[in-house]
């Protein structure tokens, strides 16, 4: 699998969205975009795989990041709370 790292700069909050129409549903992240044509019943299974092992993904990652967040949170609660 080809990595690519991204810049925080082409993906933020406002970049990241879902949009249904008549024909279609996308899911955009920065510059890529994930169509999947609502009478296209095998690219709609694809999307269905790729949307499950994205939420997977997505709330493993979250949880490293709140973890950390945690652990930074405490060490500065520590650090002001020191006896010197």
């Given at each position: 699998m080809k990595?690519?790292?991204v810049d925080y700069?082409?993906?933020?909050?406002?970049?990241?969205?879902?949009?249904?129409?008549?024909?279609?549903?996308v899911l955009a992240i920065g510059n890529r975009r994930l169509p999947a044509e609502l009478t296209d019943r095998q690219r709609l299974q694809e999307a269905l795989q790729i949307a499950d092992r994205l939420s997977a993904s997505v709330v493993a990652w979250r949880g490293d990041i709140v973890a950390a967040l945690q652990k930074l949170d405490a060490a500065e609660y520590i650090r002001e709370n020191a006896t010197v």
């Open positions: 990595t690519i790292t700069d082409d993906v933020t909050p406002a970049t990241i969205e879902h949009r249904l129409t008549d024909k279609e549903t």
